[in-house]
């Protein structure tokens, strides 16, 4: 297939820098704990899942925006490495996104997000047209979801962080993605095309409320889970974009969402479509 022939995906969507410190225990409200050396790891939803559609071999462009700053820099040169065209990325005055993670023994948690450069992101010069699908997150603003649901009609939006979002804007999306949490709040008979995560149990595939097709998750022995559901949106997405059947595109996300969970960081493993396959079909 000609370049010019290959579906394009445009990712829309959050550029941050994630500072990871790992501690025995988290710190409570006033106190100071030690931890091992800080270390830094590109993230950003938007950018998690920008790194694996490439990395899956589909035609992706990254819409964001970072501050002129080396982090910045950084996370570009990042999505170059994996594929991903960065000749959309819009640059603003404020710094760079940042993710603060701490991590504990057990593997709990905290995060404080600065949102910086990402709040300026703005689609007023930005053509859509050329893009087959483009896929977002809620880590950008709701205005820009909505301009979104307006300007195309091949949107599939991942509802994460979970964040308001208006119906009108959800039924205009070709495909919802959520997990079992965000889903509560949405109108599953409204959505023609809504996939539900369940974690290690797998996913289902809703259409106006009714079941399409679910898949199991395979065992793994899971190292990090970050990033996986990025994983995931990104993968059905490159199966979305050639039109591959409900099922298949399913399962083959599932995979690569499992497949994910296998080394730390959100994009410490990210799959090909040759690996996801071949894991498949040893599965079969």
Known sequence: MSES????????????????????DLPRPGETVLGDDVVRLPGGKGGNQAAALARLGVA????????????????????AEHGA????IQHSSRPTGTAFITVDAAGENEI??????NADLDLAHVDLDPFDVVLA????????????????????LNVAPARPVAPATLVRCAVVIANELEAQSLELGELAHCIVTRGSRGAVHYSFGEVVTEEIAPVVDAVDTVGAGDVFCAAYASR????DDPKSALRFAVAAGAMATLAHGAQGSLP????VQQWLDRAS
Do not use: H, K, Y
Request: proline share 3%; hydrophobic share 45%; net charge negative.
């Open 112 to 117: 404080v997000v600065a949102p910086g450069a």
């Open 85 to 88: 065209d960065t000749s959309l």
């Open 272 to 275: 090909t479509t040759v690996e």
């Open 5 to 24: 022939a290959r579906p394009r995906t445009a990712v829309v969507g959050s550029l941050n820098t994630d500072l990871v410190v790992r501690c025995t």
């Open 60 to 79: 992706t462009s990254i819409v964001a925006c970072v501050g002129r700053d080396e982090m910045g820099q950084w996370l570009l040169d990042t999505l």
């Open 240 to 243: 979305f974009v050639i039109n």
């Open 137 to 156: 997150q809620m880590e950008v603003s709701a205005q820009i979801v909505e301009e979104l649901a307006r300007r195309t009609s091949s949107l599939i």
